[in-house]
């Protein structure tokens, strides 16, 4: 029989798992109670820090809704959401690089005609999102569905205002055809602070860290036979590229915006589709094979 002391703690934890555990759900358990005992040891946490940590742990599950996913905000603050995506991504050579997928996505946005707008509220600048997918060896994808999201002028998705927004503002799906083409009118997408009138936010300011992303657009890209991308396009020039509070930046995806003339070509809108565009982003994505 052993007790737990300070010498032994981890060992004695683990040393209960019981013989018939999953092999992976032990690995995975056993490593983080010895890494957890270690960070105990090593700060020498003290019993009002170990209750200040449950206190601010309830109050990030209670922040919790259908809407707002506080625990998703807390791993993304500590780098992990990224360093997740990285372990699981360690993507060939040419293949476009993935970053964080965010709490804002939504199931369900209607399928758009190719060059359609997304962004519905009239606000912002029209800015036009062209490029290809393509197979990390050139070749044009078809079929593949282009989701796209951002926020809007103001900062916000619709979700965080959904009696403001139109539902599915800053939202559609393109779906390429055989030169593996997407283009869509999104607006100009504008820097904006993630949440921060919870946990997080108070644990940021503490931090003397700020809740700033740098402007970007959203891509979730799924094509048959090949492995599903979710990545930004980030706006060249902002000023938060170097300090994005979520660590999503990647130098790969940064894209410089390209004021539009007027009269230049533009891909046909859709009917009482009257506002200019403004700004040219261009984009070609590579995507991995499934496998
Ligand atoms: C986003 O880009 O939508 C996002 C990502 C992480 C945390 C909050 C927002
Ligand atoms: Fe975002």
């Known amino acids: ?14 040393g209960r798992i019981g013989a018939q555990t999953d092999p992976r759900l032990r690995e995975v358990m056993s490593s983080l109670v010895s890494h957890l005992h270690a960070f105990i040891k090593e700060v020498e946490l003290t019993e009002a820090e170990w209750d200040y940590a449950i206190e601010f742990l309830t109050r990030t599950g209670q922040m919790c809704d259908d809407t707002r996913q506080e625990f998703i905000l807390l791993s993304d603050v500590l780098g992990v959401s990224m360093l997740v995506d990285a372990v699981n991504h360690r993507l ?3 293949a476009t690089q993935s970053t964080v997928f965010g709490p804002f996505h939504v199931k369900g946005a209607p399928e758009r005609p190719m060059g359609a707008t997304i962004s519905l509220d009239g606000k912002g600048e029209l800015c036009l999102f062209e490029g290809r997918v393509l197979d990390v060896d050139g070749t044009p994808i078809e079929n ?23 539902p599915f503002n800053n939202r559609g799906v393109f779906r390429t055809g055989p030169d593996g083409r997407y283009a ?11 949440p921060d009138d919870g946990p997080v936010g108070q644990m940021l300011a503490a931090l003397g860290r700020h809740p700033w992303r740098p402007a970007h657009m959203h891509f979730m890209i799924s094509a048959p036979e090949h492995a599903r991308l979710i990545t930004h396009l980030f706006v060249a020039g902002d000023d938060y590229l170097a300090s994005d509070a979520v660590f999503g930046v990647k130098p790969d ?6 004021p539009v003339a007027e009269g230049d070509a533009m891909p046909p809108a859709e009917q009482g589709e009257a506002a200019p565009v403004k700004w040219r982003a261009q984009y070609d994505f590579r995507l991995k094979k499934q496998g």
């Open 1 to 14: 029989m052993s007790y737990l002391t300070e010498d032994t703690s981890a060992e004695v934890v683990n």
């Open 253 to 258: 995806l940064i894209v410089g915006l390209e």
């Open 144 to 166: 593949a569905l282009v989701d796209v999201w951002s926020d809007n002028e103001d900062g916000f998705y619709d979700v965080q205002q959904p009696d403001i927004q139109p």
């Open 184 to 194: 869509f009118r999104g607006i100009k997408p504008v820097s904006y602070p993630i």
């Open 92 to 94: 060939p050579e040419g």
